[in-house]
């Protein structure tokens, strides 16, 4: 059974920063693109960021481009997001997200993605 486990989510102010974790399990982890959604309250969830297999490409939306990191560690089958220079209009559920597929899955609402976590709040007051 796969399961994805995010962590790191909470209330932080505009301008600080958050570390997004997911750990993942029953799946090859090192055979996935890994990835971040988010879905802010009354709008529909959206691509956040990507990265390949072994780490080497990642792919943001424009809107986190500069202020978020994706990496993993194959070794520990987790995830990480950091998330600096938090503005409002960042408060959203963020998923973490697995699919086979690099670019394909990874757009959009997401609807073709393999596997999904249950989702961690970050909340960013001004």
Known sequence: QVQLVESGGGLVQAGGSLRLSCAASGLPFSSYAMGWFRQAPGKAREFVVVISWSGANTYYADSVKGRFTISRDNAK????????????EDTAVYYCAADQSLRRAFSGEGSGIDHWGKGTLVTVSS
């Open 77 to 88: 089958n987790t995830v990480y997001l950091q998330m600096n220079s938090l503005k409002p």
